[in-house]
């Protein structure tokens, strides 16, 4: 691979015999060669700039100078790369890119930059020109960026890294992740000590803490590398993980999206009264009649009823919004003097939880609804758990309070995943749609868990 780095100030690029970079050169794996822009002027006072056409502030770098040393440098080969504070910023994936071309010539700006007519020249004649920037940080000349770009494409080359593995893992890589955080001896500094999971010998754990941490870190960050991850590259950890960082990943979505649960306003109703309509006849039983669950929806899950549910300070009502869409919501009925609610819906005023009998107000988590898209996406502990946190604040004046549900006792999926939320089964129910009487299992939680 062949450099031509051309410069006002070749000294500057001395940094490029050491480390890595310079046993490369040393080894003949990269050729590097810097040249003096002042070399291709021709007036005694070697002058490089003008002052600009237009006016304004500042010099600007001479064309019929660059065009003379780089007619010279770019051969037939050359890609021209030229920094500056206005190009693309340098990504991993341009370097990969720019690694595959076996000779870069750099053109390093000083001053207001390089008249713009030179550029367009090359690309014109059919040079490859790739303006790349740093940064959103304007530097005193390009030199800075060149010494980058050599950095991250020269250790692309086969050869000057003498690990490759390093390579693959690292981030930016692959992954379209930031790097997992990485520690080495001593075990304990400064009282800090390293997470045990690197010490425990177990390599699965350790590879899915490491990709945790990369999501974690990356979501952080990098929200929009997140976003832009594929779906299809994504395992069940990577999706419980962005779960818990507040990403799901919808059935046929190409890409994680962000997702929060937060209480419904006035402007969620018609989303709220649409994905009910839909998602009720999904926790029906396989021999319920259409016209039952149609009138159930009008009656109970139209957008008048969840207008009353908004606005009543009886109820709390949670929406989660997928990507800006409402793909789920929670709907819990708040008993007003802090005992009861639902007692004739068959709420389990005798419950006992782990043992302990009931000791403070009952709450009825009424529904509880994801889009099928969501199923087995981390969705409903998202939707719970903000659900749960609004109830704990709601029963603050209380040492301890609980909260139940009933599910059709058909629906295993269902009663799965709440005793996965936590909910303990209580016993069963009657729930009626239309003229059908259907068993429900009712389960129970304390709203506050250790
Ligand atoms: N020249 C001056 N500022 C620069 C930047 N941020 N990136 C690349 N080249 C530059």
């Known amino acids: 691979m062949r450099f031509d780095i051309v410069s006002v100030f070749p000294e500057f690029f001395a940094v490029l015999d050491l480390s890595l970079i310079g046993k490369a050169r040393e ?9 003096d822009l002042r070399d291709w002027t021709d ?5 490089v700039d003008d002052t600009p056409f237009g006016g304004g502030a500042g010099m600007v770098m001479r064309p019929d100078v660059w065009g003379a040393a780089l007619d010279d440098t770019l051969g037939d080969d050359g890609v021209l790369a030229v920094p500056t504070p206005s190009g693309t910023p340098l990504t991993q994936r341009m370097c990969e890119d720019l690694a595959a071309a076996g000779h870069i010539v750099l053109a390093c700006g000083r001053y207001e930059g390089i008249d713009a007519r030179v550029a367009d020249h090359y690309e014109e004649s059919g040079v490859r020109v790739v303006r790349y920037s740093l940064g959103d940080y304007v530097l005193n000349g390009g030199e800075v960026a060149a010494v980058a770009l050599v950095e991250a494409v020269g250790r692309l080359v086969p050869g000057l890294v003498g690990n490759p593995e390093s390579l693959v893992e690292e981030s930016h890589g692959a992954a379209g992740l930031l790097e997992y955080p990485v520690y080495t001896r001593p075990a304990r500094w400064r009282g800090l000590d390293v997470p045990a999971v690197l010490t425990s010998g177990d390599h699965g754990k350790v590879a899915r803490w490491r990709r945790d941490r990369a999501l974690e870190v990356t979501a952080g960050r990098r929200p929009d590398m997140i976003e832009a991850l594929p779906a299809e590259g994504l395992d069940r950890g990577d999706r419980r993980a962005l779960a818990g960082l507040g990403y799901l990943v ?12 937060r209480e419904a306003a006035a402007s969620d109703v018609p989303g709220l009264a649409d994905l009910a309509a839909r998602t009720f006849p999904d926790a029906c039983p396989p021999g319920m009649r259409e016209e039952d669950m149609r009138a159930f929806v009008e009656s109970h899950l139209s957008r008048e009823d969840f207008s009353r549910y908004v606005d ?17 919501y929670a709907l819990a009925c708040l008993p007003p003097d802090g005992a009861v609610a639902g007692a004739e819906r068959g709420a389990p005023v005798q419950a006992v939880v782990d043992g302990r009998p009931r000791s403070g107000p009952l709450v009825e988590l009424s529904k509880f609804y994801l889009d099928r898209r969501l199923r087995g996406t981390g969705a409903a502990a998202l939707l719970w758990e903000a659900t749960r946190s609004r109830l704990e604040e709601w029963a ?42 259907n068993r429900d299992a009712v389960f129970a939680r304390p709203i506050r868990m250790a």
């Open 312 to 328: 009543d300070p009886g109820c709390l009502t949670m929406a989660l919004a997928v990507g800006g869409r409402i793909l789920g």
């Open 396 to 437: 603050a004046p209380w040492p301890e309070a609980y909260v139940w549900l009933g599910t059709n006792a058909a629906n295993e999926r269902a009663q799965r995943a709440y005793r996965r939320l936590g909910f303990r089964f209580q016993g069963q129910r009657t729930f009626r749609v239309g003229d059908q009487d």
């Open 43 to 47: 007036d005694p006072h070697r002058s």
């Open 250 to 261: 919808p059935a046929g979505a190409a890409h994680p999206l962000p997702a929060s649960a």
């Open 27 to 35: 080894r003949g794996i990269l050729d590097i060669a810097v040249h």
